[in-house]
């Protein structure tokens, strides 16, 4: 499992951008974990957006942000990024990191995650 807190969520406005952060604290093996971004609205499923390999080497990201959002992390901040451009209505939600498990499974902790409001 790794603990996590999201930051950097905020209103902006369709075509801004923001940049998300998320803290990882814990056993001291961020470095060996998956870490992703998902995001949710009330009333539906978790959706993936992006995640990352362990050493920052491999990206992916969700069709609907392919493009627009760029993930990264830095290691020695414990610390995963996403950098959202071009930001669209349709991004707004509640937006959390997480590790996965030795089964590319999320980890069942999630943190409070951060909101994500985009005004049209």
């Known amino acids: 499992q790794v603990q996590v807190v999201e930051s950097g969520g905020g209103v902006v406005q369709a075509g801004g951008s923001l940049r998300l952060s998320c803290v990882a604290s814990?056993?001291?093996?961020?470095?060996?974990?998956?870490m992703g971004w998902f995001r949710q609205n009330p009333g539906k499923e978790r959706e993936f957006v992006a995640a990352?390999?362990?050493?920052?080497?491999?990206?992916y990201y969700g069709d609907s942000v392919k493009g627009r959002f760029s993930i990264s992390r830095d290691n020695a901040r414990n610390t995963v990024y996403l950098q959202m451009s071009n930001l669209k209505p349709e991004d707004t939600a509640v937006y959390y990191c997480?590790?996965?498990?030795?089964?590319?499974?999320?980890?069942?902790?999630w943190g409070q995650g951060t909101q994500v409001t985009v005004s049209s």
């Open positions: 814990g056993r001291n093996t961020f470095s060996t974990y998956v």
């Open positions: 997480n590790g996965y498990d030795a089964d590319n499974r999320p980890f069942d902790t």
């Open positions: 990352i390999s362990a050493r920052g080497g491999n990206q």
